[in-house]
């Protein structure tokens, strides 16, 4: 009975000590399979959400948004609604999961606000900037049309001058006439040039508003909007028409509301920012959304991990439970060994203690992980259940190992969307890039917008000399005709204003070529006392009328005679001199000179400027030398100027290697003072040529062919080289030039570089190529207004013996035509620069004054000539335009457009000149559009000239205008 009771005992307690152990441990991992597989749902969502979440921070439509946003609100929903269907929705760790799920969908609702935030300011901003660009577009054609008008009124009173049968009007009329020319036509057409400039900076200004992606830089471009602004609206109050001054100040008004002063609903500029400052937030949310997503993710793998710590405690439990029955069954079965050795050896060997090493060895292969032997039990008793319990705890084994390689498979999942992300990012990375492209193209492209200001400024140039060149030649004839002392004092005076205006287009080009870094020294022997008395004497007249003193304060250290750039030190005194005289208005202004150093073989000098004016306030004693820019806007109403004299002064100070600084008190008076290094030189050196051009007999009369389609140039180059004693004959075009060469010998050309059809350059080529060696080798010199080094070097190139710049200057023609004659080899004769004068303006009536100053006959002529030009010219137009012969069409127009200059048809005028334009760029569609209109233009212009003309012939127009 003990032998048989003891294991008996032992094996009861064990039973049912395994038994509640093995329904423990069963019901652990029959939870454990589903929660892994809930967790890994949450994981795949969460990474979903992680996902789509860059697209809607990215879209730019207002569908798009709605779409991305539904999208992840359904998968957080899904997420909540599979929490609170799950068996552990109750558990712990739950609320955690539950946290995090709401933190994700308060993310995305706020990301999806600042989403639809910022497309809606993006379509405010691009409706503002849209209104702003039509309201410049619509300006800058106001500013192209009154360019046009003052051109043609320049044009009307320069034609004013002359007469077709040689004769011409009153002295008295024609000094008027010049007077008018410098004092207000000139002057109004450089006005209306920077107008139409400005406008033009202004709108390529508001283009740059979109691409802008930082603050500074947006701050940057608004206060640049506001200064270019400021100076159109000053520009818009010198215009003539009240009308069109009225238009224009609408329209600025329109796009200072839309960039500057505030909108209703906001500016562009404050839209801008608004947008810039949102994308900063979406990027925000889009981490903090990460953050949360990453936060969904831990909260569902640590709910998985505290259902495997179950199912792990259990195991051990288990594993301990069957090592204490395991251990009280041998020691029941030693004792009962002990006791019954002999009889029940048999019985306890076969059933009891070999079922148990069975079942000991697979519990010890369990514990080591193998779990490939299964266990199949033996009778009903307690070993057999304990054999079932550890068949169960192996299979449960064999789930858990499962369990394990799929959260191994859902960890590679979450690492391959890690991945997905990170190649989201590299696309992010390659747009931004594209991006940086995309800003060094438009840096290119406003390269290449200031090199079409830098070729804009040429042309202009060329434009202006052609007239100027007719203008000065004329002024300088009249020194040769006996005139009296008062009225060869006024001709000086118009020689000297044109000779100013020439200077002022010189300083344009000399502020494109310092903006290029094309600057360098033209270094001469001169006098230093000469230079500084001849520009007190030019500026003295006008300190006197101001009763203001103007003397000079040389040291007796300084040699008169240096050698440097006698054009530029000129020029930067001259416009200190002035500058001082404008804000001075009582007390005096000093010229002073004086010896500060040496350096190797040159003296080192001080000069001087210092004035009782109002003086400059200390924040502006820098920015004043910007190009543009004044002391303040104030100084730039009461004085005027364009604010280009002190920044052109100091880039030519540095060109000579000086410096150029300021000193000033306000109320109390300025000092500026330059400093550069001169080479003493010699008296013997300098130039001294006389200023004044006097015809001297030619040793060799010379017959000289002229080539020029200007009838004005023809007239100015045959005086001078007739004056010289040599025979002239006039082109007016390239092929003409050859075929004549081929009849007649000729000792010399003049060439001038712009011809209709055949360039100058083109016709210089030929004539280099002809067989003949006595045409061939001729003497040939060019004449143009294109004064560019590499223009002049293809001009040269070209064969061009030598080249003069316009206007041509006697002195200069009469130098060149020694030099071909000489043999001396390719040489360049520029125009001299001269001193500035500022002159006013006045208002006038440039239609009724014109065809006063032409007077009755010689209008009659020209306008009967120009409608027959009309009627003729206009049909070949519309042929040409017909036929497709563009380059025909753009030489009519240009032709028409040059002859309606001479009468005051704006309308016609810039209708034909939009008619060239089209005509040379090949737009079709535009072009005929600007036929159709030049009819109604032309039948108008007709109209108004002949009952103009109606009103000449009966004397009812000139006695209204007297």
Known sequence: ???????????????????????????????????????????????????????????????????????????????????????????????????????????????????????????????????????????????????????????????????????????????????????????????????????????????????????????????????????????????????????????????????????????????????????????????DLRVSAGALGFAAERLARQSEAGAVSAMSKVMTAMRTTQQRDIWAGIVALLMSFAILWLYIRGSISRRLDRLSFHMAKLADGDLNRALVPEGRDEIAAMERAVEVFRRQAIENRELELARRTNEEELRRHRNELQELVNEQTTTLRGEVAAHAEARSRAEAAARAKAEFLAMMSHEIRTPMNGLLGMLRNFRLEGLDVDQTQKIAAARASGENLLTILNDILDYSKAQSGELSQDVSTFSIMGLLSSITAILKPGASEKNIELRTNISEKVPDILIGDRGKLRQILFNLVSNALKFTHEGEIVLGLRVIGREADRLLLAFDVSDTGKGISPDALERIFDAFEQEDSQTARQYGGTGLGLAISRKFAHAIGGQLHVESTPSVGSVFTLTAGFAVGRAEDIDTAPSDW?????????????????????????????????????????????????????????????????????????????????????????????????????????????????????????????????????????????????????????????????????????????????????????????????????????????????????????????????????????????????????????????????????????????
């Not at 979903?48 to 779409?67: F, G, H, K, Y």
């Not at 849209?130 to 008008?149: H, I, K, P, R, Y």
């Not at 979109?210 to 602004?229: F, H, K, Q, S, W």
């Not at 001297?696 to 045959?718: F, G, S, T």
Request: aromatic fraction near 4%; charged fraction near 25%.
């Open 694 to 962: 006097r015809p001297v007999p030619a040793e060799r009369k010379l017959r000289v062919l002229v080539v020029e389609d200007n009838k004005i140039n023809q007239m100015v180059a045959q005086s001078y080289v007739e004056r010289m004693g040599h025979s002239v004959e006039c082109v007016e075009s390239g092929e003409r030039a050859l075929g004549r060469l081929k009849e007649g010998p000729f000792d010399a050309v003049l060439m001038d570089v712009d011809l209709p059809g055949m360039s100058g350059v083109e016709a210089t080529r030929r004539i280099r190529s002809l067989e003949d060696p006595f045409v061939r080798d001729i003497a040939i010199i060019g004449i143009s207004a294109h004064v560019q080094d590499d223009q002049i070097d293809s001009h040269l190139d070209a064969g061009m013996d030598c080249f003069v710049a316009k206007p041509v200057s006697p002195e200069q023609l009469s130098l060149a035509l020694l030099s071909v004659m000489n043999h001396e080899g390719a040489k360049v004769f520029r125009s001299s620069p001269q001193a500035k004068r500022t002159e006013g303006s006045d208002r006038c009536d440039p239609l009724v004054s014109a065809l006063l100053d032409l007077g009755q006959d010689t209008a009659l002529t020209l306008a009967t000539l120009f409608i027959d030009t009309l009627d003729a010219d206009l049909p070949q137009l519309r042929h040409a335009a017909e036929v497709g012969d563009l380059p025909r069409c753009a030489s009519i127009a240009h032709r028409l457009k040059g002859a309606a200059g001479n009468f005051d048809l704006s309308g016609l005028v810039a209708c034909l000149e939009r008619t060239e334009t089209f005509a040379r760029r090949g737009a079709g569609p535009e072009l005929r559009e600007s036929l159709s209109k030049l009819e109604k233009h032309a039948t108008e212009a007709k109209v108004a000239i002949t009952s103009a003309l109606d009103g000449m012939t009966g004397g009812a127009a000139i006695r209204a205008a007297r």
């Open 1 to 287: 009975m003990a032998i048989a009771g003891l294991p008996a005992l032992s094996g009861l307690l064990g039973w049912f000590e395994l038994r509640q152990v093995a329904e423990s441990q069963s019901e652990v991992f029959e939870s454990t399979i589903p929660t892994l597989s809930e967790m890994q749902h949450f994981a795949e969502e969460a990474a979903r959400i992680v996902a789509v979440a860059p697209e809607l921070a990215a879209v730019t439509r207002e569908t798009d948004r709605r779409e991305r946003a539904a999208y992840l609100h359904s998968h957080v929903l899904a997420l909540t609604q599979r929490l609170q269907q799950s068996v552990y929705f109750e558990a712990a760790g739950a609320e955690d999961l539950a946290l995090a799920i709401a933190k994700v969908s308060g993310h995305i609702s706020v990301l999806d606000s600042i989403v639809r935030n910022r497309i809606a300011l993006s379509a405010r901003r691009d409706h503002g900037l849209s209104e702003a660009l039509s309201a410049t577009t619509e300006l800058l054609d106001m500013a192209d049309t009154l360019v046009a008008n003052a051109q043609m009124a320049t044009v009307a009173v320069i034609s004013s001058l002359y007469e077709d049968d040689g004769t011409a009007p009153p002295q008295g009329a024609r000094f008027d006439t010049l007077d008018k020319l410098v004092e207000v036509d000139l002057f109004q057409l450089g006005l209306m040039f920077e107008l139409r400039s400005l406008t033009a900076e202004v709108g390529l200004s508001l283009n740059q508003v979109p691409a802008i992606a930082d603050l500074e830089g947006l701050n940057a471009l608004a206060d640049y909007i506001r200064v270019r602004t400021d100076i159109v609206q000053r520009r818009i109050s010198a215009i003539r028409d009240p009308g069109r001054a009225e238009q224009a100040t609408e329209l600025l008004r329109t796009i200072r509301n839309l960039t500057v002063a505030g909108f209703p609903q906001g500016n562009t500029v404050t839209l801008s920012a608004a947008i810039l400052e949102l994308n900063s937030r979406i990027g925000s949310e889009q981490a």
